[in-house]
Structure formats: structure tokens, C-alpha cells
């Protein structure tokens, strides 16, 4: 029967000429491989697969026969390396070689060949049939085995992907001390499985696109239908749309791609490598962006408050989140403004330092050759280099060798009467509050802007500081993450969103959304959930 059917197939044959085929290869020089199609000569089909891939060595091209039919021809075309080659062997190829032998009578009679290759045949769960190469190439390279069969006019498409991937550790630049260790890997299926692990909804949905003319790299949107915004998740999809570029690597080509203001130093896309702080903002009304290659997930919109919070605050009781947020808060005012206000007070303002205080700082600073704008920058630079050197160097030595390194040059340094022993204080105050930011993006951000009010600081004393200040206001003020204003919840003010701003409210407080991120389905929780004490309930039922 199986004979029958093969045969019925191979009467088909359309026929192909060099005209067609030059159109073919015009056709996919231009790149638009969705108006080729898969013809029913194998040997057409495999001259089209090898002139595109380049007869690269790595793609294996395995040809057969279908049991004993002299006709049946067959051929299997893959990736060495990105291929189960166990299952290819026992599933695909033993089953198509050995089993259509035996044409016997327990298939149902005039069941076509199509049905019965997907259903008794291909012992696999991912099997789809195509006719157009793009299907067909696409598959290949992302690491499919396509089977061809000579006489249909169609592919089918097999999933049988398997290589070498990173396993789920724990983030390296998020850590914390109560909450989940895993992290992100460079896999987006692994990735799009920790976060539905956590997140066990219906509504959860991955939109899949390819971004990259070269290297068709796959993006997945996440968003929680219901809750985020249809107009949020239009434009996310339109502004990834049309990102037309060879290619993309990491999620920060993205980034880069997406935002609103591409001038600003702040940013406006949030990056992470934790499932759960990815799963918290699906919560509240955002949309994250996965990307094939690289663990860091982005998340929009966001606002200034969004980068100083850790998964850990929510952790924690609400009054220790909420203290060590507003150390956070003090630390980043610390980091930006200390070495400005030094410069400033120093240089033009010597009458606001307390006499005592001012004479210590005079003693210290005799025969230093420098101004005090100069030594900061000096020693900011070299702080700067030490933190570059740590990140780069091995991770057995980098440690220790910056630590060194700060003690010797900054001992040096005040020994030499290059600086004063004052202004290495300073600096390493301000390098250990920097520190304290949970982004590293948004931490990179306030470091950069810190030179220019130094230099402020050093021509205009405080008044420069207030104008540097001023100017950030204002330009945090108008800026924008894809709608969301930056200071949202503070400017404009909205007093129901600062118990989650401000200060981490207890979690039987928090009934709602972001008022400016969710418009619809605001309600996150019942109302009245605030524990009661056992006694204090009971004395209230027995009035």
C-alpha cells in the first residue's frame, strides 16, 4: 500500500527548468527565501540547501532509501553538534529504513503518506510539515533535522535540538541574601521556563520574533494578558519590529535600539538576570524582553525608583527593606555630590567649615602641588582604573590585587604630597556608596555625571552644584520609558504609588498597581489582610 502511495506521489513531479532555478538563486540572493519552494526532486531540493549554506562541513547531509522501493529516495539534512544524534538514529532514520518495509495492512486503507509518516513513523512529539525554504533553512540553523523525500513537494521539519548550555546558577551581579539563587542562562527556552515555573498563569504569553539580517537572533516578548497594557504591548512590538541590523548578540544592542531619549546618560531600560525580579514586573503591568545568547532580560517601562530596588527589599520584613532602601537613597546622593561639595566648600566657600575643622584641613593640605579640584580627579581617575582592573582581572587574583593596589597607591600618594590624606577619605567614601546601587547600568550612570559637577564645583563653587543639580531635575523630569514618565509616582505625583517608592510598604498594604504603568486590573490583592492578633479578634467578636 505504502508502494501505492509512493508512487501516486512521485506522478506528481512539477517540472523545473534553468529558468526557475536562476530565479531561484536571484531570489535568494536578495534574501527573500519565502518564494522559494521545496520541489518534489530531492536533488534540486539538496543542490538549493547546499548552494545557501555554503556546503559548510558542519551540515550533514545523510541520504537513504525508504525501505526497498527503488524510487522512495530520501535524504536528512542537519547541524553536527546541535542535533540529539541518538534519537536521530533510533527515532528518524532506523524507523523510515526498516519499518516502511513491511507495507502490511495494519494502517488504515486509504491513509495518505503525510498522515501516516507523522503518525506511526516519526517517533518524536515535534514534528511539522513545510513547503517553503525559509521554513526549511530556518530549521536547519536552529538546529531541526529536516527530512526530504523525493516526489512530495514538502519538508518536514523535526525538533531534535541538543547542545551544550550553561546550567542555572546563581546571578554573579544580583546577589542577595534571602531569595532564590537562580539566575538566567544564555538559553532562551531555558529562560522562558524559569519564569513560567514561577509565574503558573493561562495568561502568561511569549510572542516570539527573529531580530538580525545575519544572525536571526530570537526574541521573546513576556507580558501577562489582562494586565499589562494592549498599547504597551503594541509599541514594545513595533519598536523591535523595526530594528533592521546584521546582527544581535546581547540584549543591550537592543537597548540601545528601543529607548526613548538614546542621549541620555540615565537609563531607560531595566536589565536583569533574575527570574523573579522579571516575574514581579510581568505582576505589576511591564513587559520583559528575552533574547537568545545572553542571560540579562530587559524589562519596560521603568522608572528612577525601579533601579534602586533589589528582590531582597520584598524579602525582608517592610521595615528593614525600607531602611536599607533609604540607605540606598543616601548613598546615591552620597556618591554623586560628596566630591563636588568638597571641591566647592574648599576652593570658594572656606567660611562655612568650622574654624577647627578648617585648620585641620589646612595642615593636611600643605604641600600638596595640586588644587583640590585637581587631586579629586586624580584620585577618582585611579579609583576608577582599580575598578576596571577588578572586573577584568581572574577572579582568584582580582581581589586581591585592587585591595593592594588602593593601599599602596593611596598610601604612596599621601606620603609623596601628592594629595592629602582628606581627599583619599573622600574619594573612598564615595566609591563604597557607589557600590551600594543594585543596577549596575544606573550606578555607571552616576559615577559619569560625577566628573562633570566636580568640574562645576571647581569654577563656580556651589553655585555650579546647584546648576548641575537643576539641570539633572530637569532633564529627569521630561524624560520618558516608552510612555512612563521617569520620575513616575513622584512627578506627577501620585500618593497611593509612594508606600512602594518612598518606603516599602508592609505587603497587606499594597492592594494595587502602578497607577501609571496599569490603567485596567489595578487590584493585585483582597482588601483587609492585615494580620489581627488571635486575643485582640476574639474580644472584638465577643463585643
Not at 18 to 43: C, H, M, P, W
Not at 68 to 78: M, R
Not at 119 to 131: C, F, K, W
Not at 257 to 269: L, R, T
Request: charged share 20%; net charge positive; aromatic share 8%.
Amino acid at each position: 500500500m505504502l508502494v501505492k502511495l509512493l508512487t501516486r506521489a512521485f506522478k506528481r513531479k512539477p517540472a523545473v527548468n534553468a529558468l526557475s532555478k536562476q530565479i531561484e538563486q536571484r531570489v535568494y540572493r536578495s534574501g527573500d527565501l519565502n518564494r522559494i519552494y521545496v520541489t518534489a526532486f530531492l536533488k534540486d531540493n539538496l543542490a538549493l540547501l547546499k548552494n545557501i549554506l555554503g556546503q559548510s562541513q558542519d551540515v550533514i547531509f545523510r541520504s537513504f532509501r525508504l525501505g526497498q522501493a527503488e524510487q522512495a529516495e530520501a535524504a536528512i539534512v542537519y547541524i553536527e553538534g546541535m542535533v540529539d544524534i541518538n534519537v536521530l538514529n533510533n527515532n528518524i532514520i532506523r524507523p523510515l529504513m526498516t519499518e516502511l518495509c513491511h507495507p502490511g495492512g495494519k494502517h488504515a486503507a486509504g491513509e495518505s503518506f503525510r498522515e501516516l509518516l507523522t503518525s506511526s513513523i516519526l517517533t518524536v512529539s515535534n514534528v511539522h510539515d513545510t513547503r517553503v525554504m525559509h521554513d526549511v533553512v530556518a530549521g536547519i540553523l536552529y538546529g531541526d533535522v529536516i527530512l526530504l523525500i523525493n516526489g512530495l513537494e514538502q519538508a518536514w521539519v523535526i525538533d531534535l535540538k541538543k547542545w551544550n548550555m550553561r546550567y542555572v546558577t546563581e546571578p554573579s551581579a544580583e546577589v542577595v541574601v534571602r531569595g532564590p539563587r537562580e539566575g538566567f542562562t544564555e538559553t532562551l527556552r531555558t529562560n522562558t521556563t524559569l519564569v513560567r515555573r514561577k509565574l503558573r498563569s493561562p495568561n502568561l504569553n511569549f510572542d516570539f520574533l527573529n531580530i538580525g539580517r545575519v544572525t536571526a537572533t530570537e526574541v521573546s516578548i513576556a507580558y501577562i494578558k489582562g494586565i499589562a497594557s494592549p498599547d504597551l504591548i503594541a509599541e514594545v512590538k513595533n519598536r523591535l519590529q523595526r530594528i533592521d541590523t546584521d546582527g544581535v548578540l546581547e540584549s543591550g544592542y537592543l537597548e540601545e535600539f528601543i529607548e526613548d531619549d538614546p542621549y541620555s546618560p540615565f537609563p531607560q531600560v531595566l536589565n536583569t538576570e533574575r527570574p523573579d525580579k522579571v516575574v514581579a514586573s510581568l505582576l505589576e503591568g511591564r513587559v520583559a524582553i528575552l533574547t537568545d545568547g545572553t542571560p540579562f532580560a530587559l524589562i519596560v517601562p521603568v522608572q528612577l525608583t525601579a533601579f534602586m530596588t533589589s528582590p531582597e527589599d520584598y524579602y525582608e520584613r517592610y521595615f528593614i527593606g525600607t531602611a536599607i532602601l533609604w540607605v540606598r537613597y543616601i548613598a546615591m546622593v552620597t556618591s554623586l555630590l560628596l566630591p563636588s561639595l568638597y571641591i566647592a566648600v574648599i576652593t570658594f566657600h572656606q567660611e562655612m567649615i568650622p574654624a577647627r575643622l578648617l585648620i585641620s584641613i589646612t595642615s593636611y593640605h600643605q604641600g600638596v602641588p595640586f588644587t583640590a579640584l585637581v587631586e579629586t580627579l586624580l584620585l577618582e581617575f585611579v579609583f576608577e582604573v582599580m575598578r576596571e582592573a577588578s572586573v577584568r582581572l581572574p577572579r582568584q587574583v582580582g581581589q586581591t590585587v585592587t585591595i593592594a593596589g588602593a593601599l599602596v597607591i593611596g598610601q604612596s600618594a599621601v606620603m609623596a604630597g601628592l594629595v592629602s590624606p582628606l581627599i583619599v577619605i573622600l574619594v573612598a567614601t564615595t566609591g563604597l556608596a557607589s557600590f551600594t546601587n543594585p543596577s549596575y547600568n544606573f550606578g555607571i550612570s552616576m559615577r559619569l555625571l560625577r566628573f562633570p559637577l566636580m568640574l562645576l564645583a571647581g569654577t563656580l563653587g556651589l553655585v555650579g552644584v546647584i546648576f548641575g543639580v537643576l539641570m539633572i531635575t530637569i532633564h529627569l523630569s521630561g524624560l520618558r520609558s516608552f510612555g512612563l514618565p521617569y520620575l513616575s509616582a513622584l512627578a506627577p505625583l501620585h500618593t497611593g504609588d509612594l508606600k512602594d517608592v518612598l518606603v516599602r510598604s508592609p505587603w497587606w498594604a499594597m492592594n494595587y498597581r502602578p497607577v501609571d504603568i496599569v490603567r485596567r486590573n489595578r487590584r493585585r490583592q483582597a482588601v483587609g489582610l492585615k494580620p489581627v492578633q488571635v486575643g485582640a479578634s476574639r474580644r472584638k467578636e465577643g463585643r
